[in-house]
Each structure stands twice: as C-alpha cells, then as structure tokens.
Nanobody, 124 residues
Framework: QVQLVEAGGGLVQTGGSLRLSCVAS????????MGWFRQAPGKEREFGAS????????YYADSVKGRFTISRDNAKNTVYLQMNSLKLEDMGVYYC?????????????????WGQGTQVTVSS
C-alpha cells in the first residue's frame, strides 16, 4: 500500500507560480512512475504531467506544456510540480498519483494510488 500526501496548494494571481509536492510512503517509490492530475469544479479529473521512475522522462498535457515542470527526488520519496504562468483555467484540486510501473502514462486508470488532493485557486 502506498500513501500519497500533497502539499503546496493555495491562492495565486494569474501569471504567478506555485510549487506542489507529494510525499509517498513505502519502499517502492523509486520503481513507480508518478503523475499529477487536476479536477476543476463540475469537470472530470484530467491529466497534467507524468514522470518515469528514474526521473529521466517527463510527459505533459498540451494545456500545461512549457509552463509546468514535473520532477522527483527518489531519495526523499517526493514528486514535485512547478507551476508557472498560472491561468484561471489551471484552478482546481490537484492530485498526485502513483502507478506500479516505471513508464509514464496519461491515463487515470493506469494509476493505482491517489492522494487526497490540494486546492489551487487562481485569481484575476
């Protein structure tokens, strides 16, 4: 069993930045690919970014490419999401997820473990 705890959400103005973090419990973190998803009110949870187990490959949704950066520190069992140039449409609850395979994925169904989410609010 893997437990994921996100942190770093908050209120930011458009154009601003936030850095989310997600700490994972357990001893298998370095073998898992990780992802960040987000869910706006009334909408389905959507893919944002994924990183492979070694941290050498990242994959992004077109909506965040060039603005968000996913990274990980396997020694700290932590994955990060650096969000720059935030837009109103980036607002929502951000979820960290882990899949029990090493390769990146944008599919929700590929992820076995989920955090409780952290709220990101963007104001104009």
């Amino acid at each position: 069993q893997v437990q994921l705890v996100e942190a770093g959400g908050g209120l930011v103005q458009t154009g601003g930045s936030l850095r989310l973090s997600c700490v994972a419990s357990g001893h298998s973190f370095s073998s898992y690919a990780m992802g960040w998803f987000r869910q706006a009110p009334g909408k389905e949870r959507e893919f944002g970014a994924s990183i492979n187990s070694s941290g050498g490959l990242a994959y992004y949704a077109d909506s965040v490419k060039g603005r968000f950066t996913i990274s990980r520190d396997n020694a700290k069992n932590t994955v990060y999401l650096q969000m720059n140039s935030l837009k109103l449409e980036d607002m929502g609850v951000y979820y960290c997820a882990a899949r029990t395979r090493s390769s990146v994925s944008s599919k929700r169904s590929d992820y076995a473990y989920w955090g409780q989410g952290t709220q990101v609010t963007v104001s104009s």
